[in-house]
Each structure stands twice: as structure tokens, then as C-alpha cells.
T-cell receptor
Framework: SAVISQKPSRDICQRGTSLTIQCQVD?????MFWYRQQPGQSLTLIAT?????????ESGFVIDKFPISRPNLTFSTLTVSNMSPEDSSIYLC????????????FGPGTRLTVL | QKEVEQNSGPLSVPEGAIASLNCTYS??????FFWYRQYSGKSPELIMF????GDKEDGRFTAQLNKASQYVSLLIRDSQPSDSATYLC??????????????FGKGTKLSVKP
């Protein structure tokens, strides 16, 4: 596995603003992902963060709303742009360690509340 | 639409009993199957993964996979109050080699009563 940290752990933001969430891993990992877990719901994949290239977004998620960076193999950011109350959610990064397994491990999450 | 279905519960079992959690999936080509435990306010924690038909045991946990029936289950023996959590079933769909997109069920809430 890997040790994953996220910043901030929680935040309360105003409508129309943006928040950048950071994900740091203690070792180089092949793949990093960003998920959203809305209140009372399960996890939904937002995008795969690709090192050195544009992220791969899932249906229903777009780069303008959720820009993602991954400058190296241990770090990624997710920005939630022009926030609305509907963006209130827990945002989680996950990593896949090694190419021979598709097992994913999750970071502690960022709890976002938009007023 | 690829789906993973779980009974939302709550499933209530007495301490020491066997808890049985079930999951069905729609994509017959699914490759890998995972069980995560999520305590309230926490992130999902990987418990087990299984790739082949049959049973896989790890301590008090046993995962069972039946690809023909598109069914995966998790048994927890000697259930403890600390096992009380939401259990998420996740499946890696068959994307022709593309990995990463875990499809999650909505989870089953387990309550173990002392």
C-alpha cells in the first residue's frame, strides 16, 4: 500500500469561488484518481490524473469544472471551480500501486461544504 | 450502464455471529472485485480483493465470487462491534485492458450489536 495525505481535510466555501485540493503520496505510483462521494451516496470517479498529460475525465465531469494537475508521480491537485452548493461533497484521491494490480487505496478525503 | 447493486441495510447481527454481505454486478466481463469498509466520516479502507471464482479467506473475512451468477459476497465471522461500518463493493469493469475505473455499489450498512 501507500501513505496518502490530502489537504485541506475540510473547508467551507462561498458560492462562486474555487478550491484546490492537494493529494500527496509517500512513494511513486503509477496511477492516481479523483473520486467524489456526495452525502449518503457511494463513490463516483471524476477523473484519472495522468502524469505529464491531461487528465482523463469520466462522463459527466469536465475539465473546466474540475481541472486536475499531476506534475510528478507522487502529487496531484483537483480544483473545484465556480462552486455551487451541489458541489458539497467529500473528494477523495486514490492511488494504484504497481502495474500488476488494479487495487486502489484511498486518501483520507476532503470534506467540502459550499454555502 | 454498468451497475453494482448492494442491499443498503442496515444489516444487524449480534456480536459473534456471521455477517453476510452481498453484491451483484451487471458487467459480465468484469475482471476484479473489491470490498472496502468505510467508517462514518472516514475514507474507504480496502479489506479484500478477489479475481477468481471461489472463496478467498483472510482472517475473519471470506470473499466469495461466482462469475456465472455475477455475484460476490463478503462473510465476516465472529462479528465484533468494531466491524460496524458501511461495506462497499467495487468492481473493475471490462474496458479492454484499461484499468482504474472502479464502479462502486452504494454500500451496505452493518451494525454489530454487543
Amino acid at each position: 500500500s501507500a501513505v496518502i495525505s490530502q489537504k485541506p481535510s475540510r473547508d467551507i466555501c462561498q458560492r462562486g469561488t474555487s478550491l484546490t485540493i492537494q493529494c500527496q503520496v509517500d512513494s511513486q505510483v503509477t496511477m492516481m484518481f479523483w473520486y467524489r462521494q456526495q452525502p449518503g451516496q457511494s463513490l463516483t470517479l471524476i477523473a484519472t490524473a495522468n502524469q505529464g498529460s491531461e487528465a482523463t475525465y469520466e462522463s459527466g465531469f469536465v475539465i473546466d469544472k474540475f481541472p486536475i494537475s499531476r506534475p510528478n508521480l507522487t502529487f496531484s491537485t483537483l480544483t473545484v471551480s465556480n462552486m455551487s452548493p451541489e458541489d458539497s461533497s467529500i473528494y477523495l484521491c486514490s492511488v494504484q500501486v504497481g502495474r500488476s494490480t488494479d487495487t486502489q487505496y484511498f486518501g483520507p478525503g476532503t470534506r467540502l461544504t459550499v454555502l | 450502464q454498468k451497475e453494482v447493486e448492494q442491499n443498503s441495510g442496515p444489516l444487524s447481527v449480534p456480536e459473534g455471529a456471521i455477517a453476510s454481505l452481498n453484491c451483484t454486478y451487471s458487467d459480465r466481463g468484469s475482471q476484479s472485485f473489491f470490498w472496502y469498509r468505510q467508517y462514518s466520516g472516514k475514507s474507504p479502507e480496502l479489506i479484500m480483493f478477489i479475481y477468481s471464482n471461489g472463496d478467498k479467506e483472510d482472517g475473519r473475512f471470506t470473499a466469495q465470487l461466482n462469475k456465472a451468477s455475477q455475484y460476490v459476497s463478503l462473510l465476516i465471522r465472529d462479528s465484533q462491534p468494531s466491524d460496524s461500518a458501511t461495506y462497499l463493493c467495487a468492481v473493475t469493469p471490462n474496458y479492454g485492458g484499461s484499468q482504474g475505473n472502479l464502479i462502486f455499489g452504494k454500500g451496505t450498512k452493518l451494525s454489530v450489536k454487543p
